[in-house]
Structures are given as C-alpha cells and as structure tokens.
C-alpha cells in the first residue's frame, strides 16, 4: 500500500548508543517531517525537510539530526541516545493542501 | 507563534449520544486547520481539514467540524457515537506554504461507554 513507512517498530537502547530511525515515501510528495509524541505532549516537531536538499529545526530537535537522502527518505539520527529520548516517533511526508500522511511509529526506549 | 489547545484531556460520551471535542488556536495569519484520530498503538489518520470557504467541513466516520474565526476555534462533532470512536484526538493548526509546519494539541481522548 501507498505511504509511510517507518523502520524499526520497535527499538530499546542503552544510554549513549547511537541509531538512525528510517522513513520512507512512495507518493513523491516533497515535505517530510520527524515528530516525537510524549503522553500528555502531544506532537512536538523535531526536523522537517520542505524539499530535497533542504533540512531545518522544528520545536525540539536538540540531540537529534537528520538526512533527507533522496526525495523518498529521510532519516533520524540520535547520535548518542539519553532517558530523554524515550518517545514514540513519527515520520509524515505533505504534498500541497492535503495534509499530513503518517507512518505507523517507532517506539523507543533509552534505558 | 502558533498554538493550539484542547481544554478537554478526557471526555467520556454513552453510546449513541453526540460528541463536541473543543479545539481553540492561535495563529497569525489565515489558518488551516485539522482533526487527526489515533487509535492505541497505531499512527495518526486524517479526519477532516479546513482551508478556506464553507466553515462547516465535513470528513471521514461521520465527523463534520465548524470554523469560527471570531472565537478561534475549530470544534469536532458527531450526532451519535459508536464505540469504534473510542481513540485520541488531536486538532492541529499550520499555514498557507508548500511545507505547512503543523502545531497539535495535546490530545483529548475519548472514552465510549455502554
């Protein structure tokens, strides 16, 4: 099926380990963001990438970075993982007015 | 700055009866708006959206939302609630641009009961 689709589901990490979360698109559409939900927060932006080649910070995007590697994907790195960074992450891409697609998720866990 | 805010965390509606989750926001030019439901474990779905023209939009599952610029608010509606309804919603707020930012709430989470 067309969409969102994010990888891995489900991740635990020690303190200080490093990962990259991948997001993948199929529907050619230009913009693609990284959100993180936290219960009671709501989602807060991390990174957004309105084109190819372009990257810039959301709300929240300290101990994170990102690659927006071709128009399809864009990644999330978390260079070394803290407590912190314990959250649900969501990948949406956006073409135009027809608002956001999301994919399913990564829960991640920092022990 | 943009923002957004869902006064109600918790709302518990009886089977059948009608629904009104509460969305106010603030934002500094023309808004565009948005209702996402998220079921337990599973990412967001688009409810409904809100450019510009009739301020009454309708959407999926039988939800339908009303504009008012005068009061800045975007509330969600349905006549009769099943329990299938039983998820967390967000309202969310963005701009006129190629790669609209959104700003969400915090969530009210609607609880179905017999």
């Known amino acids: 099926n067309a969409g969102v689709t994010q990888t891995p589901k489900f991740q635990v990490l020690k303190t200080g380990q490093s990962m990259t979360l991948q997001c993948a698109q199929d529907?050619?559409?230009?913009?693609m963001y990284w959100y993180r939900q936290d219960p009671g927060m709501g989602l807060r932006l991390i990174y957004y990438?309105?084109?190819?080649?372009?990257?810039d910070k959301g709300e929240v995007p300290n101990g994170y970075n990102v690659s927006r590697l071709n128009k399809r994907e864009f990644s999330l790195r978390l260079e070394s993982a803290a407590p912190s960074q314990t959250s649900v992450y969501f990948c949406a891409s956006l073409q135009g007015r027809g608002g956001y697609t999301f994919g399913s998720g990564t829960r991640l866990t920092v022990v | 700055a943009q923002s957004v805010t869902q006064p109600d965390i918790h709302i518990t509606v009886s089977e059948g009866a009608s629904l009104e989750l509460r969305c106010n926001y603030s934002y500094g030019a023309t808004p565009y708006l948005f209702w996402y439901v998220q079921s337990p474990g599973q990412g967001l779905q688009l409810l409904l959206k809100?450019?510009?023209?009739?301020?009454l939009v309708q959407g999926i599952k039988g939800f339908e939302a009303e504009f008012k610029r005068s009061q800045s608010s975007f509330n969600l509606r349905k006549p009769s609630v099943h329990w299938s309804d039983a998820a967390e919603y967000f309202c969310?707020?963005?701009?006129?641009?190629?790669?609209?930012?959104?700003?969400f709430g915090k969530g009210t989470m609607l609880l179905v009961s017999p």
């Open positions: 990438s309105a084109s190819e080649g372009t990257t």
């Open positions: 529907m050619n559409h230009n913009s």
């Open positions: 969310a707020v963005g701009g006129d641009s190629g790669y609209s930012t959104l700003t």
């Open positions: 809100y450019f510009s023209g009739d301020t």
